[in-house]
């Protein structure tokens, strides 16, 4: 019996990491563990079309759970979720949601959607309130150097960063 559930949980953690390749080199801010849906949590459950539709911080549910990309996102209504599900790209967090000040400064650091920018329709997030203060100093500065370190990073594991 011992050793079947030994198989078993093999086996699902090398399907999880077959499936799911993108998240071994941290593309993604997620939350830890995985949702009903059988995929990390990302945006910390928070409801990226009212977000960047209303500058709202609306909590998702797991209701309204839509998996892109390997990434599960939670939404306040249905509505909300089809909006997503219609074009994700134009509501996805910016640097797979880690801190644009910290992706500029070539490193992956939680991105808080409490701490969110909009800027030309994207959403940009940051770690926490100082360094959102320091980000609205010279926005522009900060968003630039971040989308010319991203391609840097992008595959690289937040440990070797």
């Not at 990226?48 to 990309?69: C, K, M, P, Q, R």
């Not at 030309?120 to 926005?139: R, S």
Request: hydrophobic content about 45%.
């Amino acid at each position: 019996m011992l050793n079947n559930v030994k198989t078993f949980l093999a086996v699902s953690a090398a399907a999880l990491l077959i499936q799911n390749p993108v998240l071994a080199d941290d593309e993604y801010n997620t939350s830890t563990g995985i949702t009903t849906a059988g995929a990390p949590l990302g945006l910390h459950g928070v409801d990226s079309v009212a977000l960047i539709s209303f500058n709202a911080v609306a909590e998702g549910e797991a209701v309204y759970t839509v998996v892109h990309d390997g990434v599960a996102y939670y939404f306040a209504s249905q509505e909300s979720a089809d909006t997503f599900s219609a074009d994700p790209v134009n509501f996805l967090p910016q640097f797979g949601g880690f801190c644009a000040y910290a992706v500029a400064k070539g490193r992956k650091f939680d991105g808080d959607p409490q701490f969110g920018d909009i800027v030309d329709g994207k959403l940009y997030l940051f770690v926490n309130a100082a360094v959102f203060e320091i980000y609205k100093q010279d926005p522009q500065k900060w968003i630039t150097a971040a989308h010319k370190m991203w391609p840097k990073i992008k595959h690289t594991p937040v440990s070797e960063l």
